[in-house]
């Protein structure tokens, strides 16, 4: 199960900051409900300043925007456009320094922005909402979503926008991964998610997990090491 936010009040906060400043990565699953609404995915902030992944349907051709502010007055963003109102999606912002953002849908990239943008000391994280110049939330459903304390690559998008899990991908630099099914939690981190309002519960989209082998002995290899063999399972349903 996704969870499903009214766009209006409804939303996670994170008991502590997966990051803090470039380099990282923000990626997830959305399906926004409203055609025209400005929908914000995740934020990492202070008051007038941070990083946010948003979804932009109150802007012409409807991009995923990697986004940043410093100080309430400089602000730059890369924008990657037309995703699809209804339509589970995979967004992703990659921050690779305070010089560099770059937004994907489904895999794609969009223009890399290269103003140098330094917000202060951010102390706030969000689910469904960010907090700057005034509050803005989520109209629609999210799921599996991750933070990377590294800039990930096009093609380690395209791997999770091709409906891999987080857990394939650079797996020890994944800081927080929060896959929404049922229980709120983060599953690599511990940050604990804290719920304002009553998101409820709804059918997720399809993602290929990683599985523990079912094997009674590990697989014996050469120079006496064991080889343990990738099985995956599936969870969340077509979409």
């Not at 990697?66 to 699809?84: H, L, M, Q, R, W």
């Not at 599996?144 to 987080?166: D, F, G, K």
């Not at 009674?216 to 063999?229: D, L, M």
């Amino acid at each position: 199960m996704a969870y499903n936010f009214d766009g209006t009040s409804e939303f996670f906060t994170l008991g502590s900051m997966p990051v803090t400043a470039p380099p990282f990565t923000v990626v997830g699953w959305g399906q926004p409900d409203s055609e025209l609404s400005f929908n914000v995915m995740f934020s990492i902030e202070q008051p007038n300043d941070g990083h946010t992944l948003e979804w932009r349907g109150d802007v012409t051709n409807d991009p995923i925007r990697a986004y940043s502010v410093e100080g309430g007055v400089a602000d730059a963003f890369s924008d990657k456009t037309n995703y699809a109102n209804g339509v589970w999606a995979h967004a992703a912002g990659v921050w690779g320094s305070t010089a560099s953002r770059t937004a994907y849908l489904d895999g794609a990239a969009g223009t890399e922005n290269t103003s140098t943008i330094t917000p202060g000391t951010l102390n706030a994280s969000y689910i469904a909402k960010r907090s700057i110049f005034g509050d803005a939330f989520f109209n629609g459903k999210l799921a599996e979503m991750a933070v990377w304390n590294i800039a990930l690559t096009t093609e380690q998008i395209a791997i999770l926008a091709a409906r891999y899990s987080p857990l394939f991908v650079r797996i020890q630099s994944l800081v927080f991964h929060a896959p929404l099914i049922r229980e709120a939690i983060d599953i690599v981190g511990g940050t604990t998610l804290t719920a304002t309002g009553t998101p409820d519960v709804f059918t997720h989209p399809r993602i290929i997990d990683p599985s523990a082998q079912i094997l009674p002995y590990p697989t014996p290899a050469v120079g006496g090491q064991s080889i343990v063999p990738l099985i995956v399972n599936l969870h969340g349903a077509v979409a």
